[in-house]
């Protein structure tokens, strides 16, 4: 739940800064376009002060308002940004050659996660004959749901742990409190299907040449996978890792 912000907050830099990032994550979470009153009530901050802040991230394009309606919705600018981010991401770079032939090898679509805050993002996917007509290219989960994304949080801080678990369902808090270790320690970590239609999946860690984990490189498991084979998917994706950052570290 994000902070209520008071008076001395909204004029101070750092201040407005926290309160347009409240608003940016606020319209991501909510409906595509969302009225200023209940931005205002959400966020815990005034009318003026709400109104304010929107027509500033309006005029940069990071938020849009729709003519019609007066409502407010994400911007485009944010995808600009999001693509240069990416395009730095030098451990994408490493991946590409070798994502379409480990997709053959594994015959299942391929993925890479990072974990930003209490969620997994998909950076980049490969898609193999279980993705169906309906596409994800860039899916955002929360953490606990996918393969990657236990296997990332595990990894991560004690903090950015607690905020995955104040976000996850108790079932999966529970789970997720007993295999920390586990998960942090493994080789590779598995997330069965789930009740709402998340695949069968399997994830192993992308770790730099500082021992720092930066991402996780994940497969979808076919329907009916003995442990062998599931097993066999993730020294695949072991091996993959392994030369993507060697070539990392010859850059």
Do not use: C, K
Not at 63 to 86: K, M, N, T
Not at 90 to 101: E, T, V
Request: charged share 20%; proline share 7%.
């Amino acid at each position: 739940m994000t902070e209520p912000a008071d008076g001395r907050e909204s004029r101070g830099g750092l201040g407005t800064v926290r309160n347009a990032v409240t608003l940016l994550e606020l319209l991501a979470e909510g409906p595509a376009y969302q009225h200023l009153t209940d931005l205002a009530e959400r966020s815990g901050m005034s009318v003026p002060t709400v109104h304010r802040l929107l027509r500033s991230l309006v005029l940069a394009d990071l938020v849009e308002q729709d003519p019609r309606s007066s409502r407010y919705s994400l911007g485009p600018e944010l995808v600009r940004l999001a693509h240069r981010y990416l395009a730095r991401l030098p451990i994408l770079g490493a991946l590409g050659p070798y994502l379409a032939q480990l997709r053959q090898l594994v015959d299942a679509t391929i993925a890479v996660q990072v974990l930003v805050r209490s969620s997994v993002v998909m950076i980049d996917r490969v898609d193999g004959p279980d993705s169906g007509l309906f596409r994800e290219p860039h899916a955002v989960r929360p953490a606990l749901d996918t393969a990657g994304g236990r296997l990332l949080a595990a990894r991560a801080s004690d903090e950015v742990w607690a905020e995955v678990l104040e976000q996850a369902d108790p079932p999966d808090r529970s789970e997720a409190r007993a295999q920390r270790r586990e998960w942090a320690t493994a080789p590779w970590v598995r997330r069965p299907e789930t009740a709402d239609g998340i695949p069968d999946q399997v994830a192993v860690p992308l770790v730099d040449a500082h021992g720092v984990t930066v991402a996780a490189l994940a497969s979808a498991v076919p329907p009916g996978a003995s442990e062998a084979a599931v097993g066999a998917i993730a020294a695949h994706l072991s091996r993959t890792a392994a030369s993507a950052v060697r070539t990392l570290g010859h850059a």
